[in-house]
């Protein structure tokens, strides 16, 4: 089980296919769940809410895959993780509360389930290289409700932060800028590190 979460326009989506493919090649049996995002359209983006419900998606498909037996490996664009972070946003923004934060933190980051991620990935951009990405594909000129620089700095922040909350604690979590690096180059990074969680968990296979 991989998540891969961060920043906005940050490469996460393009290494998820770059992985799928080449897993898939080897002869891996992949799942790639739908994301959030693209599942959960009838809330909106503007409120803590919208991620609340993204991550008790994304926490559903966790433990259906968790039990399946299906496949080698289950790639999430945004899993348990995403949402421990997105609630450290929408505190700083003022639509939650601390205790709500909290709450909504252990939630998603109960042991019960935690326990099912075996890496993360947290993918980061700086704000001109998201500038430059979202204008490859998005006809309209205003920036999104996130990807304006002052949110993409403060969600690196965040979701920087997290990082190292988590792997001080003990969690297979690594931190990756992608602002300088290719496509190519920015799965590769992360090819490394699930090829030697596969093989360990299936030897020669």
């Not at 409700?145 to 979701?159: K, P």
């Amino acid at each position: 089980m991989l998540e891969l979460t961060g920043s906005p326009s940050s490469g996460k989506t393009t290494i998820k296919k770059i992985l799928d493919t080449f897993y898939r090649r080897c002869g891996f049996r992949v799942a790639v769940p739908l994301e959030g995002a693209e599942a959960i359209r009838h809330i909106s983006r503007k409120t803590h809410l919208y991620n609340v419900r993204t991550g008790i998606y994304a926490l559903k498909n966790l433990i259906d895959y968790s039990v399946s037996g299906n496949y080698d490996l289950v790639i999430f664009d945004r899993c348990l993780f995403d949402a421990f972070g997105w609630m450290r946003y929408w505190y700083e923004r003022g639509d939650i509360d601390e205790a709500r934060m909290v709450m909504l933190q252990q939630f998603f980051t109960s042991p019960q389930w935690l326990c099912l991620i075996d890496a993360a990935f947290v993918i980061v951009a700086d704000p001109e290289t998201v500038e430059s990405r979202e204008q490859e594909i998005n006809i309209l000129d205003e920036d999104g409700e996130t990807t304006n620089s002052n949110n993409i700095l403060r969600l690196i922040r965040i979701f920087g932060g997290m990082q190292k909350e988590f792997f001080a604690k003990g969690a297979p979590m690594q931190f990756i800028d992608t602002s300088d690096l290719p496509k190519r180059e920015m799965a590769r990074v992360v090819l490394g590190q699930t090829l030697d969680l596969l093989e360990a968990a299936h030897g020669n296979r």
